[in-house]
């Protein structure tokens, strides 16, 4: 495609590609990329709270400042409920799920996003970003219900995530190949940068919190000593989930959060950050597995459900599997 190509445009064009889509995902994403873009605004000011003023107090010019998750929260439930193509939203940052408003049509799909990933890099300026999924809601009346969101991964009809870093970006797939766009700041407008990403079957990069080492499962203790020992691979951790997958997306090799003897599953979020990562990886060419099974296989049985994350390219997807079996 040309060089300029528009997000709006782009989708566009891959509509016309299959005659199956309503449209509806057009818009859908469209508002995405709008959300994206207020967002990206407000982390491009983080550094500046002294001066514009500190969560929970009033700036100088005496506005209530909101915390950057809750704000990210808000912006992307603001831009996408009164749209009429969902039927309710659930988020990393919310207990229950919320339908969306009766004053506005209520559509067929159901989303699920982590709005403000890696919360804790904020601080130092370190790349951060939002986590998205979609599918169709299952239920029929009025109001969307709980099963709508625990459906099985292999269920997603779209996910992505937007990378706040070096510059704005915005990554989907709706099941036709993972296209990535570049916010170009002179012009407010995401370009498309990175068409039909695939990934390499094998990468000289491994990531994972080491601090953890100690409370690891034998196997995963065995598997980073083998990669040390073999000195194949750098380490390279951000402790953002969005820019840890985007550089795997991008240069390969693996990410790991394993479940350990603390935390049996892990940290991560099944439905927010594991399922949408999952989509996109194989999407692209990678695996994505928890240990026991393919992550788009599972069912949540709650919307907060944690798991293991095993992910990144096909072959060191397959050696890590390996040592879990103990026949590495
Ligand atoms: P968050 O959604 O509250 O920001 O937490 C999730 C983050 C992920 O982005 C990242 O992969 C992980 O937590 C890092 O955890 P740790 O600090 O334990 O390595
Ligand atoms: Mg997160």
Redo the contacts with the bound molecule.
């Keep these: 495609m040309d060089n300029g190509t528009t997000l709006t445009r782009f989708i566009l064009e891959q509509e016309r590609q299959h005659p199956e889509a309503t449209g509806e995902f057009t818009a859908l994403i469209n508002d995405i990329g709008i959300a994206a873009k207020l967002v990206a605004r407000e982390v491009s000011k983080a550094g500046l709270v002294d001066i514009l003023g500190l969560t929970g107090r009033k700036n100088v010019h005496g506005e209530h400042v909101q915390k950057l ?1 809750e704000f990210a929260n808000e912006v992307f439930i603001k831009s996408l409920e009164y749209t009429g193509h969902l039927a309710a939203i659930a988020s ?1 940052e919310m207990e229950d799920f919320c339908p969306v408003p009766e004053f506005f049509p209520r559509g067929k799909y159901i989303l699920l996003m ?1 709005p ?6 904020i601080d130092v300026n370190i790349s ?2 939002t986590i998205f999924c979609i599918f169709k809601r299952r239920s029929e009346g009025n109001v969307a219900s709980l099963g709508d969101f625990l459906q099985p991964g292999s269920a997603i009809v779209c996910a992505g995530y937007v990378i706040y870093g070096s510059s704005t970006m915005l990554v989907y797939s709706t099941g036709h190949g993972v296209h990535g766009f570049t916010l170009d700041p002179s012009i407010g407008e995401f370009l498309l940068s990175h068409e039909s990403i695939r990934m390499p079957e094998r990468g000289k990069i491994y990531s994972i ?1 080491e ?2 080492y100690t409370i690891w499962e034998d196997w995963t203790k065995e598997y980073i000593d083998d990669i040390k020992m073999k000195k194949e691979k750098s380490l390279r ?6 820019a ?1 997958i985007h550089r795997t997306l991008l240069k390969g090799g693996i990410f790991l ?1 394993p479940g350990d003897k603390k935390n049996p599953s892990g ?3 099944l439905l ?2 594991c399922f949408p990562m999952a989509y996109l990886i194989e999407q692209a060419g990678g695996y994505a597995y928890d240990g026991q099974q393919r992550i788009l296989d599972k069912t949540p049985v709650e919307l907060h459900e944690r798991s293991p994350l095993i992910i990144g390219s096909k072959q060191d997807v397959e050696e890590v599997l390996k040592f879990i079996k103990g026949g590495n």
Excluded: A, P
Excluded at 116 to 121: A, H, I, K, Q, R
Excluded at 237 to 242: A, E, N, P, S, W
């Design positions: 998750d990393e982590d403000l990933d890696g919360s804790s890099n951060i970003g919190n601090g953890n951790y951000v402790g953002t989930l969005v840890d959060y940290k991560l979020r927010y950050e």
